[in-house]
């Protein structure tokens, strides 16, 4: 579905991707591991075009996406949750909502999705006309997820979704990402909480100073001893 071919990405001077090839099949959940600073951030950035890959193949459902604008990309069904939420705190979570879906023409869709994000997500429903900024970390780590996917989106990409939650409600984001992948979405999961990731995804892949350095099924990275002691910790 997605694929990535030797994928390099830079800031000014900064070689920050250093040739990343991965790739995302249909259904899955692939998740990207990794220390601060290993380019995981950039790399889904890269995907959107947020950051611009001076070398390397981006193709997404057979298309060649390398060079397309951000806003073409989102309208080809590839969401994203940023890092951080990047909620808008000064609109409504209505407003909010209605920000996920700016690139669709079916507005009887879009009415329909708006009223299964309220039926799912209760709490978004009962503060819809309140401010964005009003809402705690999790409700705006929930929002920032309906917001993604008011686009319908084929795949999703999350970047640290469980930053800066309490234990509860990072159980209640991973169930979400979980049932989003049931429902047909495929995920591509940056996250500092290896374990819960590793649990969650069907493969991954390990990122260090901007390389892959690891690549493998779930099970077996959990089970990896170089994975254990840098990312498990004593889990
Ligand atoms: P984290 O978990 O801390 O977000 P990460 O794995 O997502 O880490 P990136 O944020 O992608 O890592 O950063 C990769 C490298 O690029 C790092 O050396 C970082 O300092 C650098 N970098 C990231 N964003 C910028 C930027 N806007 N300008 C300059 N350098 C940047």
Redesign the pocket.
Known sequence: MLTLEDIHTY??N?H?LQGISLSVNEGEIVCLL??????????LMSICAINRVKKGKISYLGRDITKMATDRIVKTGISHVP?GRRIFRELTIHENLMMGAFTRKDKKGVQKDLKRMYDHFPVLYDRRQQYGGTLSGGEQQILAIARGLMLRPKLMLFD?PSLGLAPKIIAQVFDIIKEINQSGTAVLL?E?NANAALKLAHRGYV?ES?KIVLEDSSYNLLHNEQVKKAYLGAE
């Open positions: 800031y000014g900064l920050a990794g220390a601060n600073g290993a380019g995981k951030t950039t790399t890092e640290e940056v500092q990122m901007g």
